[in-house]
Nanobody, 124 residues
């Protein structure tokens, strides 16, 4: 089992940047594929980005490609999401999640463990 805690959300103007962090408990963090997902008000939770156990492979939703970068530091039990060129439509609660699939996962149902979320609000 792993417990996840996100941080780094906030209010930013369109075109700005934010870096989200996720810190995991437990000694098996490096065995999990990890991902970032988000949920806007009134919408379903959606996939944003995923990274494999070693950090060597990543995959992004079309909405995130070219603007967001996912990374991880297994020595620190941490994962990050660098978000640049933010848009108002990026406004959502962002969740860190872990999957037993060490290659990562690109669907919401693929994740087993979830953090509590961190709010990102992008003003126009």
């Amino acid at each position: 089992q792993v417990q996840l805690v996100e941080s780094g959300g906030g209010l930013v103007q369109a075109g700005g940047s934010l870096r989200l962090s996720c810190v995991a408990s437990g000694r098996t963090f490096s065995t999990y594929g990890m991902g970032w997902l988000r949920q806007a008000p009134g919408k379903e939770r959606e996939f944003v980005a995923t990274i494999n156990w070693s950090g060597t492979n990543t995959y992004y939703a079309d909405s995130a490609k070219g603007r967001f970068t996912i990374s991880r530091d297994n020595a620190k039990n941490a994962m990050y999401l660098q978000m640049n060129s933010l848009k108002p439509e990026d406004t959502a609660a962002y969740y860190c999640a872990a999957t037993y699939n060490s290659n990562g996962a690109s669907t919401v149902r693929g994740y087993k463990y979830w953090g509590q979320g961190t709010q990102v609000t992008v003003s126009s």
